[in-house]
């Protein structure tokens, strides 16, 4: 059965670097997501995509955050900057009808 | 804001036991969706009900949807311990994109 995948896992990086979490959705989906789960919250929409473009995103997502597909098959997150309270479980999503299926996670922490 | 906001916040039940979790919301949605989510794991997608719909089945899971009054329960019948995880419903709002709000989950343990 297809499934989202999400590379690294696990990252841990210092504040005030760059990463960049990686994302394979599903190969026939056309709609895409980022989200994140803050240790023991609810977990929190940051941004949607589509046709190679975003089309909404949270008050989360600011200047730090960028998205993008550089090839048919990856979807990214960049954070530019990291901060203590980007540490958090990110979650990449693809849509196929109506459900949106989920990654596995990448879990980041910020020291 | 819309949001989904289930209860009770943590269940504990007998195996074998049926379990069942509400969520209520604010907004008109298009749908409605329930998820699980095992300690530290990603969200595996459970089920979709839409908001014309009024009850889903989907092997022990039953769903139903009350969009007078905004709610919408989950009911996992005959648990297994194998059930022991995190439940978020999610919502996806009328008439705008397809982002999911989520609540904040119950959190279902099954006692052996």
């Known amino acids: 059965e297809p499934e989202v995948t999400q590379t690294p896992s696990h990252q841990v990086t210092q504040m005030g670097q760059e990463v960049i979490l990686r994302c394979v959705p599903i190969s026939n989906h056309l709609y895409f997501y980022w989200y994140r789960q803050i240790l023991g919250q609810k977990v929190e929409f940051l941004v949607s995509?589509?046709?190679?473009?975003?089309?909404?995103k949270s008050e989360i997502f600011d200047d730090q955050f960028s998205v993008e597909r550089p090839d048919g098959s990856n979807f990214t997150l960049k954070i530019r900057s990291t901060k203590l309270e980007d540490s958090a479980m990110y979650f990449c999503?693809?849509?196929?009808?109506?459900?949106?299926?989920f990654g596995p996670g990448t879990r980041l922490l910020v020291l | 804001s819309q949001q989904g906001e289930e209860d009770p916040q943590a269940l504990s039940i007998q195996e074998g036991e049926n379990a069942t979790m509400n969520c209520s919301y604010k907004t008109s949605i298009n749908n409605l969706q329930w998820y699980r989510q095992n300690s530290g794991r990603g969200l595996v997608h459970l089920i979709l009900i839409r908001s014309n719909e009024r009850e889903k089945h989907s092997g022990r899971l039953r769903v139903t949807l009350d969009t007078s009054k905004k709610s919408s329960s989950l009911l996992i019948t005959a648990s297994r311990a194998a059930d022991t995880a995190s439940y978020f419903c999610a919502t996806v709002r009328m008439n705008r994109d397809d982002k999911i709000i989520f609540g904040k989950g119950t959190r279902l343990h099954i006692l052996p």
């Open positions: 995509f589509y046709n190679n473009e975003i089309s909404e």
């Open positions: 999503a693809s849509m196929g009808g109506e459900t949106q299926y």
